[in-house]
Nanobody, 127 residues
Framework: QVLFVASGGGSVQPGESLRLSCYAPGFALDGYVVGWFRQGPGEAHEGVSCIRISGGETFYRDSVKDRFIISRDKDENTVFLEMNSLQPEDTGRYHC????????????????????WGQGTQVTVSA
């Protein structure tokens, strides 16, 4: 399983922005679909956005479309999530996970389960 180091979270007010990073040290991400997953307090993980590393195909959860942008830097083994117009419902701990590229971006974000998660990065949006 790919182990990611996530960073970039923080406490912001509604309408503000954050840029999250997920780095896979020493691991080439080609051949994978990588996703950002949010875990709210007392909730299960839900897929927010996923990207196919090789071709750049993306998937977004409806609630974040037109607000979030996922991107990747293959040379740096890093996936980013630019979060704009943040809302309180975006609050949660954000983790990355990777699936083999035989899975679609939508499957990775909505169907697959992952046995474990890294430390993630906390995003808190409140007035």
């Amino acid at each position: 399983q790919v182990l990611f180091v996530a960073s970039g979270g923080g406490s912001v007010q509604p309408g503000e922005s954050l840029r999250l990073s997920c780095y896979a040290p020493g691991f080439a991400l080609d051949g994978y679909v990588v996703g950002w997953f949010r875990q709210g307090p007392g909730e299960a993980h839900e897929g927010v956005s996923c990207i196919r590393i090789s071709g750049g195909e993306t998937f977004y959860r409806d609630s974040v479309k037109d607000r979030f942008i996922i991107s990747r830097d293959k040379d740096e083994n890093t996936v980013f999530l630019e979060m704009n117009s943040l809302q309180p419902e975006d609050t949660g701990r954000y983790h990355c996970a990777a699936a083999f590229e035989r899975f679609s971006v939508m499957e990775t974000c909505t169907t697959l389960g992952f046995p474990s998660w890294g430390q993630g990065t906390q995003v808190t949006v409140s007035a």
